[in-house]
Each structure stands twice: as C-alpha cells, then as structure tokens.
C-alpha cells in the first residue's frame, strides 16, 4: 500500500512546480482610470445602499457587508464561525434543499457569512436571486440539527490541520503579535467549538447581524428606480439596531528582535516569518509609499526577498512580504518556507534585505518597474464588480477621499526613493522585530544557535515553553532490526506477512478540489502498478515488472533507468521492512516525536521512517525528492490500522509537500486475490 505514494509524490511535485515556477509579463502603459459613482440611499433602519450600473454584461453582483468593530469569542471561539455555516441553510419560509436547488437551477451564486452575503447572477435574475439572499440573510432557519452538522464539520476539519506546519504557523503568529485576547490573535480549538450551543449562534446573529453599520452594494445590469423599490421592500423590515462597539488594546511589539520557536518534529521545511505590528490607515499619507516600499521588499516576483531566497539560492518557491491598511492595527509580515538545512541561512538574508530597504535607495530602474507592474495589477482588478464593490465599501467606512481610486495611479507614481526609505524606517522594524519560525527542532535549532539572537520557544498554541529536546535515548539492546523486527511482529508476525503474495488496494482522496482515485497492486514477486485517476480519467500510471519499470503521465511514456530504476524495483514488494532488517546500512538514529506520538527513527539512504515506540506500527515517512535542481522532503503519514486477513494495514495515508497536504482513505484492501500477470504489462 505505501507504494502508491510513489506515483502520487511525484504528480503532486509537478503541480507545485508548475503553479510557482511562473514569471511576469511587464505591463504596458497605465491606462486613465474611470470608475463609476454608485447612487446611494439610506434605509430608515440605517442600511446604506449603493447602486452601480453597468450595462456592459448581463451580470448582477450583490455584496452585503456589516461593518461592526471586530470582537473576541473568548472560550466560545467558533460561534461566529458557526453562525456563518448556518445562514443560508434556507430561511424560516424555504427549506434548505429547495432554497439551494433553486439557486442551482438560475445558475446563481450566492454566500452568507456572519458580517453579510455576496451573490451573483444574470441579471434575468436578479430580481428573485436578491429576494433569495434577503430572505437567506433576514430569516435565517436555525435548527439544533443543522448546528450539530456543522459544528461536527469545524472540529473535523480543525483537526486535520494539527499536523499542518502551515496552519500551525499562521495561528502562532497571531497569537504572539496581538495575544490570545484579542479579535486577531484567538484561534480556535476543539474545546472552545464544543462550547458554542445553538442559542449562542442565535445570539450572535440578533447582536451582530443588524443594518446600523449594514452596506448593500448593487453593481451591473440593473435600473436604479427599480432596484431601490426592490431594496426598500426586501430589507425595509430589517429591524433597526446597533451593534456593541468594542475597543482593544493596541498589541506591542518586541523591545527587541527576536527568534520564537516552536517546534514540529515533524515539519520537513521550516515556515519562517518575520513580522512587527502597524497602524497604517488607507488615507495616511505614509500610505502609498509604504505599498510601494512592500512591492519593493517583497510584494512583487522581482522583489529583494524573491529574488534573493528564490533565484539566487534556490532555497524556496517564494519570498514575500505583506504589510495592512486597515482602521485596525495590522501587521507587518515578511515570510517564506525553506527546506530545514537552510534555515539559519534565510533568517540572515531576511534581515540584510530588511536593513538593505532601510539603508539604500531603491534604483531608478527598480522602483519604475516595481510601480509598473503593480498599477498593472490594479487595472486589471478594476474590470471585476467585486473589486468595485470593495472600492466603493472603503471609501464609505474608512474615511476616504471620493476621488480615492481615481487617484490611485497617479499616488502610486508619485512615490519617490526618499519616500520608500522614510517608510521603510518607519514600519520595517528591523530591531523591533519578532521572528517566527516553526520547524523540526533537532534540524534547525542548532544553526539558529549560531546567530546570537536572543530566542524563546513556544507550543503550537503560542503558550511560551522550554526548549525543545531534539532525540530521546533509545534503551540497550534496541537496534535497527529489533525496531523492524517489531514491526513485522505488530502488523501480524513473519509468517503471515511472508504469506502474503500480492497486495491489491483502492483509496480515494482530493487535491484542490478534484477528486482522486488510486488503485495499487503489488507482489512479493517485486512486481508494481499503481494508477492515479482524476474525476475517472486516469492521470499516471506506473508499473514494475521483470523487464524493467515505468511511467505514464498525460499518454506519455518514460521507463526508468539507473539509480531510480534501482530504488523503485527495490521496494516493489507488500513490507520491505523483511528485508531491510537484513541490510548493514540501515540504521536506527535515536527516538523523536512524530505527530505527538515518540517513534524510533530508521535511515534506509534517501528515506526516513518512523516507527511508533509503543505500538511498534510504522507511523511516518519521509524521502527526499528532487526536482528542477530543488530538494523538498515530501512526507507520509500512516494512521487508522485495521486487520485484513491477519495483517494490519493503514487506512488513512496522508503526504505533504511543505504546506500542501492530501489525505488518502482506503476503501478496498485485497489479499491474495484480484492481482494477475496482466496488470504489470
């Protein structure tokens, strides 16, 4: 079963490589920007409305956005997530199925969240697609059964990212730049979701969903006069009320710059960001030139970071940076994912590019080109009607100047190198800056020693901790062969795994929303064929046989030679742990966590596998690949162990790729039988 990673491991490389090894086009000439005013009206209940028309397509599009003051959940994180999830599960007049197929059936779309709903349609439709989202949004039908659902489906979910070093790192930097007490840095947690009952999302909604500080934003097809009646009839019985207005303490950043850690025993890249808090508002006038100096730094492909950490080290996909402009203290982030030997290594260039942005003019030639293309980009945006939509949103709520956006262009261009430096000073905070990186303690730690900076470690949950320790001792007389050994024992002892002749398995997953279906058959006969399909078409196909090995991809057709012939052909059997145990350079390298759980770790060359310490159950594998002149460790979970025929087999196969992850659940398992000659030509 674990070789149908083979196959997987290398499509899901290629789709990475693919979707971030692109470069830019230069944009031309930045066109006059015109953007059409919306007519506008306030409801008695205190519903803005703004109404743009655009006869150019025969398109509606509808953004309803509550605009209250952000709010923590305290040990109740999840109830705004929950009140999402419910509304638009039909109303108190539709049943949910009826109100979703009609939705399907008039080709619409439309979403509701906690701080509003979007729709879109063809404008044939907009005048029942609005009556449905008002209705969805207005009368929402809470049901303790739904709420169960859904409340089941966010936990669920919330656990699969506990192995995500990703997910892992975004939550922690949070916590740790605004505090676990404040709207920006709580996180969600199973306990805090079991706390939320069907009557605090109740509650919720009666308190936030209300029309005070409610936009309705109308773009397309449409007829003012006629929208207005329609508005004023299906939201002018929206009852008036104000949301509680909060305010939070500002967060502080670091008296000085600093590495907190957290580590992941089983994290095969390091997720690295350096970030301070700001307070930057869209009408500062800081506020342009920061855009440009974020560009600058690493905003853009041809940014420093990217250029430095991806082109000229090859130490990762992407470098960049971020910076907010909000009514509400943001942040400063500058982050990137490096492979663990190189981590130390990164840290050092991120803080020369910082200094660099702070102390050097940016060229002539850079700054134009960085202008260039990002006026490029904000052209190119202009044509949505959800980007009007925002527009017209943040001139209303954040203060801005009518004329804003038609502007845009011309204060971009305005920046001068003085400029970018002046900002970069003010809110690149080079000393004042914390460094958040979350990756495999007993691989990166001791370079990140080596730096001098001064550095704290912490738990996945950001609570502050002591340093990690990297490897347990393992106990007299446990070796290499004694782990394997166990293994096999655990799985169901030699005899029965010797017994096995062929392995034959079908397991389905997804990856970015296609569904996937991997069919694996396998022989102690050192016999392979494996078959990944897409949506029913077969995607890759591999096979070992006694002639040699290969692979298809898209109806091409590759054999294999050499060292990867070798390897391939080498572990084209049920459990190869039979005859590793018998090989002199197979090692034991001490005991590590593994997802929670201690585990003996076996070096067999380019492979590291992790063997629970208590079970005996093999839980975990890592193999370094290489592809375009690039190493990534790509990583395999086994989990969910059932018995078939006497042998214990993994149900649940998950692999990663640094932030990408796919889990596989086998839903067939076949031994001794379904495999024959045919399937390996």
Not at 2 to 9: A, M, P
Not at 260 to 269: E, G, I, S, T, Y
Not at 417 to 439: P, Q
Request: charged share 25%; with cysteine; glycine share 8%.
């Amino acid at each position: 079963m674990k070789k149908s990673i083979i196959i997987l491991s290398s499509l899901f490389l290629t789709l990475i490589m693919q979707a971030q090894d692109r470069t830019q086009p230069k944009p031309g000439p930045s066109p006059v920007i015109n953007i059409k005013k919306p007519e506008s009206f306030t409801l008695p209940n205190g519903l803005k409305v703004m109404v743009v028309e655009n006869h150019k397509l025969p398109r509606v599009s509808f953004t309803l956005n509550i605009d209250n003051t952000p709010y923590a959940e305290g040990n109740k994180k999840g109830v705004a997530d929950l009140t999402s999830s419910l509304i638009g599960n039909g109303s108190m007049k539709i049943p949910k199925d009826a109100f979703n197929e009609e939705i399907d059936f008039l080709g619409a779309d439309i979403n509701f969240y906690s701080s509003g709903a979007s729709a879109s349609c063809l404008s044939k439709y907009s005048g029942r697609i609005l009556e449905l989202m008002a209705d969805g949004a207005l009368n929402p039908n809470f049901t303790q059964e739904e709420f169960d659902k859904e409340k089941d489906k966010l936990i669920e979910g919330l656990k699969t990212q506990e192995k995500s070093v990703a997910a892992v790192a975004g939550r922690v930097q949070n916590v740790l730049a605004f505090g676990k007490s404040h709207p920006s840095g709580e996180f969600l947690s199973e306990e805090t979701i079991k706390n939320v009952t069907l009557a605090d999302v109740e509650n919720n909604y009666h308190t936030n969903f209300v029309p005070e500080n409610g936009y309705l934003i109308i773009i397309g097809d449409v007829k003012f006069k006629e929208t207005k009646k329609a508005v004023e009839k299906l939201f002018g019985t929206w009852l008036k009320a104000s949301a509680p207005s909060l305010t939070y303490s500002d967060p502080k950043n670091v008296q000085y710059s600093q590495i907190n850690f957290v580590d992941m025993p089983n994290a095969v890249q390091s997720e690295i960001a350096l970030q301070n808090t700001v307070n930057l508002k869209m009408n500062d006038k800081d506020y342009f030139a920061t855009i440009v100096a974020n560009q600058i730094l690493g905003g853009d492909f041809n940014s420093y970071l990217n250029m430095n950490l991806r082109e000229a080290h090859g130490w990762t996909y992407g470098a960049r940076s971020s910076i907010g402009g909000s009514k509400y203290v943001s942040t400063f982030r500058a982050s990137t994912q490096v492979r663990n030997a190189v981590t130390d290594s990164a840290v050092v260039e991120f803080f020369k590019e910082i200094k660099k942005i702070r102390t050097e003019k940016v060229t002539d030639e850079m700054l134009a080109n960085v202008k260039a293309g990002y006026v490029g980009k904000f052209v190119m945006q202009i044509e949505k009607p959800q980007t009007v939509a925002g527009y017209a949103l943040r001139i209303k709520t954040q203060g801005l100047p009518e004329d804003f956006y038609e502007n845009y262009i011309k204060n971009i261009n305005a920046v001068t190198a003085d400029d970018v430096l002046a900002v970069a000073n003010k809110y690149f905070l080079e000393d004042n800056i914390r460094v958040v990186i979350v990756g495999k303690g007993s691989e990166v730690l001791p370079g990140l020693e080596k730096l001098k900076i001064p550095m704290f470690y912490f738990d996945k949950y950001g609570v502050a901790t002591e340093k990690p320790v990297s490897k347990k001792a393992v106990a007299a007389g446990v070796t290499a062969k004694t782990v394997l050994d166990n293994y096999i024992k655990a799985i169901g002892g030699e005899k029965a795994v010797l017994a096995v002749k062929s392995l034959s398995t079908i397991a389905t997953g997804e990856i970015q929303g296609t569904a996937l279906e991997m069919t694996s058959k396998i022989t102690s006969s050192n016999k392979l064929a494996i078959e990944m399909k897409a949506m029913g078409m077969t995607m890759m196909k591999q096979v070992v046989n006694e002639k040699g090995a290969y692979v298809t991809q898209q109806g091409q057709r590759k054999d294999l030679d050499g060292d990867k012939l070798a390897e391939i052909k080498a572990s084209a059997m049920p459990f190869d742990e039979i005859k590793m145990s018998q090989k002199a350079d197979v090692t034991l390298d001490g005991i590590e966590s593994f997802n929670g759980a201690d585990a003996y770790v076996i070096k067999n060359g380019k492979t590291t596998l992790y063997y629970d310490v208590t079970s005996g159950l093999k839980i975990g594998k890592a193999v370094v690949q290489e592809a375009n002149g690039q190493k990534m460790t790509q990583i395999t979970n086994f989990g969910d162990y059932k018995e078939v025929k006497g042998i214990k087999l993994p149900f649940k196969t998950s692999l990663s790729f640094g932030p990408q992850e796919i889990e596989f659940k086998t839903t067939e398992v076949k031994i001794n039988e379904g495999v024959t000659d045919a399937d390996f030509l």
